[in-house]
């Protein structure tokens, strides 16, 4: 716990901490009064509630849609699986001011919905949850799914032999397994949606707000750094006391399983119903995924003179954008590779450690720990990258002009998928088998390697799957720290969409389109990944 204690505590806590404190600390001390008189506001009471209500039924409505496809994912076999498991995570990598164009072309004026039948979606909250499940579906898929892969079949079966209806099976047996990841999955969506930033920005127009969205506004526009801190304030306890209610009932859930190998459960589809829930969940995919993808597609094309590749030209000229840019867009595209790689071990690293402590259950000081691994999640990127920018400044962590500053912002975001795809399987592991390994003369490192590590390796390779895709679409904190002479894709992608011009707006989209497939290509490797012949399916 050491290591991921050390590192929470220097590049989260601190900074966060620097900038609240700089927003509610004056000359004549400590100004604690200015909490009341906002949280006692009307319009801060109105984006409170919004807030809090929208996360809740965005969190209903995404578990309500991806299960069936975590379903599928796990236990079917079917042609392209792989090539859509990779598309169903790229929206993970598409910075939200992006997706939220995208949407508005699906949705807003002369969007598809408006052209076919006259239906326009933007400014309504419909809109925004809709587009909440297009960036969440890929969690509960890989998270639950993830898991349901590795439950042995012959458990219900057993139920079913012995009376039980097919329903009440699943119900009884395997739900209850599944309830550590279903939970897992659902704690990621609430954070998720709850700080949504670009989605309500760009789909919510004036009449929706959430607290991500009002500090953005009182740093940004009002400069009012004392509201902000505030809000930031209220933002951390509420994120607190939900991740502090989850560990509640993730200890009351767990329990040993019986993992097995994910090729031995996939099956292909028999008998119409199970057809048709496979019909349904790839036409889910194609209207709720892909018809926002393709949106991106068609505009970086759309080029003046008629459909071709001159947005895409563009790129490799440094003075694209009218000056915005140092060096060439294009290098964004190698700049976000090696930032991502970087943040993909730092993750991976913090995140393995934080993972394997939490398995030993060892008392409120452990739990605590579970909570802080996942608060990065619930606290503004905004306040973040601001309080990288005040902090490490100074020797012996003078790390303003240092690559590695944005690789650090990167990995706050991937350690709790890292830790929250990792803990369900690792907590599955019969502590017996690594009692046998040591009754047999095992050491602790070599119990861990022969035991835990041949079931916990499909979700270590998920996890990085993870980390990695967060880390290439990083925006909030990554927009401050990142040099100029070295951007990364996103922050490219909105420095373009902040210039007015039609060139500017298709370079972004070309960018973005990249970004897209660079992503896409990176998840298919990982999905064809075997490390060895009884590691399963990846």
């Known amino acids: 716990m050491a290591v991921p204690l050390a590192f929470f505590a220097l590049f989260f806590a601190y900074p966060v901490a620097a900038i609240v404190g700089r927003g509610i600390k004056t000359d004549e001390g400590w100004q604690f009064g200015r909490i009341g008189e906002v949280l006692t506001r009307p319009d801060i009471a109105d984006v409170l509630w919004f807030t809090t209500w929208q996360a809740c039924a965005s969190t209903a409505l995404t578990l309500l849609i991806a299960l069936p496809g975590a379903y599928v994912f796990a236990r079917f076999e079917f042609p392209g699986k792989q090539l859509l498991r990779a598309v169903v995570t790229v929206p993970f990598v598409l910075p939200t001011v992006v997706v939220g164009t995208a949407f508005l072309a699906l949705v807003g004026r002369g969007g598809v919905l408006d052209e076919l039948w006259g239906v326009r979606l933007d400014t309504t909250v419909w809109a925004i949850l809709l587009a909440h499940v297009f960036f969440n579906y890929a969690v509960v898929v890989r998270t639950v799914g993830g898991l349901w892969a590795q439950l042995d079949p012959r458990q219900e079966e057993a139920a079913r032999v012995l009376g039980a209806g097919r329903f009440a099976a699943w119900r009884r047996v395997t739900l209850p397994a599944l309830g550590p990841a279903v939970a897992a999955a659902a704690l990621m969506v609430f954070l998720f949606t709850f700080t949504s930033f670009g989605v309500v920005q ?5 009449s929706y707000a959430t607290l991500e969205v009002e500090v953005y506004r009182q740093t940004a526009q009002l400069l009012d750094l004392s509201t902000a801190a505030v809000l930031t304030m209220v933002q951390f306890v509420a994120v607190g006391l939900i991740l502090a209610v989850h560990a509640w009932t993730v200890r009351r859930r767990e329990g040993a399983l019986r993992l097995v190998d994910p090729a031995r459960t996939a099956h292909r589809p028999s008998g119409p119903g199970q057809r048709a829930l496979l019909g349904g969940v790839l036409l889910t995919v194609a209207l709720l995924i892909v018809a926002p993808l393709l ?20 790129l490799q000229d440094a003075g694209a954008g009218g000056g915005t840019f140092l060096v060439p867009p294009l290098e964004a595209i190698w ?5 991502a790689l970087a943040a993909t071990a730092i993750a991976l690293l913090i995140g393995g450690l934080a ?13 605590g720990f579970d909570a802080l691994l996942m608060l990065p999640l619930g606290v503004s990127a905004v306040t973040v990258g601001f309080g990288f920018l005040i902090t490490l400044d100074e020797p012996p962590l003078d790390l303003r002009t240092s690559w590695i500053l944005v690789p650090l912002a990167q990995a706050l975001v991937g ?4 830790v929250r795809t990792m803990l369900p399987v690792l907590r599955a592991v019969d502590g017996r088998l690594r009692e046998a390994a040591a009754v047999l ?13 041949p079931l916990v390796r499909r979700a270590l390779l998920i996890a990085a799957g993870f980390a990695f895709a967060v880390s290439l679409g990083e925006f909030g904190a990554t927009v401050f720290i990142a040099r100029p002479d070295r951007p990364t894709l996103p922050v490219a992608v909105a420095r373009l969409l902040g210039r007015a011009g039609e060139m500017n707006y298709g370079q972004a989209m070309a960018l973005s389109t990249i970004l897209m497939l660079v992503c896409a290509a990176a998840l298919l490797l990982l999905e064809r990944l075997r490390p060895d012949k009884t590691s399963g399916e990846f």
């Open 295 to 314: 949106v991106l597609v068609e505009r970086s094309l759309d080029a003046p003179g008629g459909y071709g590749f001159g947005f895409y030209r563009a």
């Open 335 to 339: 700049n976000s590779l090696q930032y």
């Open 355 to 367: 993972a394997a402590a939490l398995t030993r259950r060892g008392g409120r000081f452990v739990r």
């Open 441 to 453: 003369g095992a050491s602790p490192l070599r119990a861990w390697r022969e035991v835990d590590l």
């Open 415 to 418: 350690v709790p998928f890292v």
């Open 202 to 206: 760009i789909l919510g127009g004036p």
